[in-house]
Nanobody, 118 residues
């Protein structure tokens, strides 16, 4: 099990940028695949991006390709989501989550709010 805490959300104008951080506790952080998800007004959480244990093989949702970049620093137990060219439809609560097995995200943070104004 790993504990996760997101930070870096806020209010930004369309076209702006934000960097979200996901800080993890525990000595086994590097064993987990980390993903970012977004929850807009509807209840479902949509996949945004994920990164492998070593930091390679990033995967992105089509809606954010070319605008968002996911990265990780295992020495600091952190994962980042760099968001550029933000759009109003990027608004939502952003969660990071950890998966020990591919796509099985069992550990979640509390989320950080991102609001993009038009």
């Amino acid at each position: 099990q790993v504990q996760l805490e997101e930070s870096g959300g806020g209010l930004v104008q369309a076209g702006g940028s934000l960097r979200l951080s996901c800080a993890a506790s525990g000595r086994t952080f590097s064993r987990y695949i980390i993903g970012w998800f977004r929850q807009a007004p509807r209840p479902e959480r949509d996949f945004v991006a994920s990164i492998s244990r070593s930091g390679g093989n990033p995967v992105y949702a089509d809606s954010v390709k070319g605008r968002f970049t996911i990265s990780r620093d295992n020495a600091k137990n952190k994962v980042y989501l760099h968001m550029n060219s933000l759009k109003p439809e990027d608004t939502g609560i952003y969660y990071c989550a950890a998966a020990y097995v591919w796509s099985q995200y069992n550990d979640w943070g509390q989320g950080t709010q991102v609001t993009v104004s038009s």
